[in-house]
């Protein structure tokens, strides 16, 4: 992404882990980052780190699940800048461990599909005017897993499986439906990364996990869209 513009980006859920770390990775980058939190102080705390570093960047208040939340967000943003070139949805749960299929709590789908899938469409319709306004073509990023692939998915967390899956869905629609607004719109596997989600096991380290997520928002081609990444690679759904 080649610009001569002030760079924005928004990233759900970037007060820790793996949202945290591609906010700083952008903007040490130079771009200007929106670090979105349902969490006030831990996210006032992330967007304080980053402008201590020397970095810009502005915390902005938001829960994916409240509706009212993302409209109020949308106005913040508003304040602050005229255009968003990036949207990074990251905000997730992961509450279904030790569990598979058949014993799966239906309130608990209920809460993974509001926050992992119906987030995301509410916050890329919200902000997509301010997407619709990037110089260079805007850029959605659905941070995903390999969970959610269809063609390697098995009995594991079953919750966050089907709604990381569904999210791959949302990718292909909004693809398909903005490619004529020159939004490019793409899914990222992070791969198992060690953040609260994904536990100490995990055998990737945040700035490994934000690698991929960092390039679809800054090196890709703009044509490129409508397709999961692993590693940099087209992987399969």
């Known amino acids: 992404m080649k610009t001569e513009h002030k760079l924005t980006a928004l990233i759900t859920g970037a007060n820790k882990g793996i949202g945290k770390e591609t906010a700083r990775q952008l903007a040490q980058r130079g771009f200007a980052v929106f670090i979105g939190s349902r969490d006030i102080a831990k ?6 780190e980053l402008c201590n570093a020397g970095y810009e960047a502005t915390f902005i208040q938001l829960d994916v699940t409240d509706p009212v939340s993302i409209k109020t967000a949308c106005g913040t943003f508003s304040q602050k800048a005229d255009h ?9 749960i992961l509450e279904d461990h030790g569990e598979n299929i058949l ?14 899938v119906s987030g995301p469409i509410m916050v890329i ?4 005017p301010f997407l619709k306004k990037s110089p260079d073509g805007g850029r959605i990023i659905n941070v995903s897993s390999s969970l959610g692939s269809i063609s390697r998915m098995d009995d594991e967390s079953p919750a966050y499986s089907i709604s990381k899956a569904a999210l791959n869905a949302v990718t292909k629609q909004f693809a398909a439906a903005l490619k004529s607004d020159n939004i ?3 899914a990222a596997d992070p791969g198992w990364v060690r953040t609260s989600l994904g536990g100490p096991e995990a055998h990737r ?16 081609d ?5 397709k999961f990444w692993c590693d940099k690679q087209e992987c399969e759904w």
């Open 103 to 116: 014993k799966l709590n239906p309130e608990l789908l209920d809460r993974t599909l509001k926050s992992n």
């Open 222 to 226: 703009q044509s490129e869209t409508g």
């Open 184 to 186: 490019a719109v793409n």
């Open 125 to 128: 319709q919200d902000f997509l």
């Open 43 to 48: 996210g006032r705390e992330a967007s304080e």
């Open 84 to 92: 968003l070139d990036v949207l990074i949805n990251n905000a997730a």
């Open 205 to 220: 380290s945040v700035e490994q996990g934000a690698e991929t997520i960092v390039w679809l928002a800054e090196e890709i």
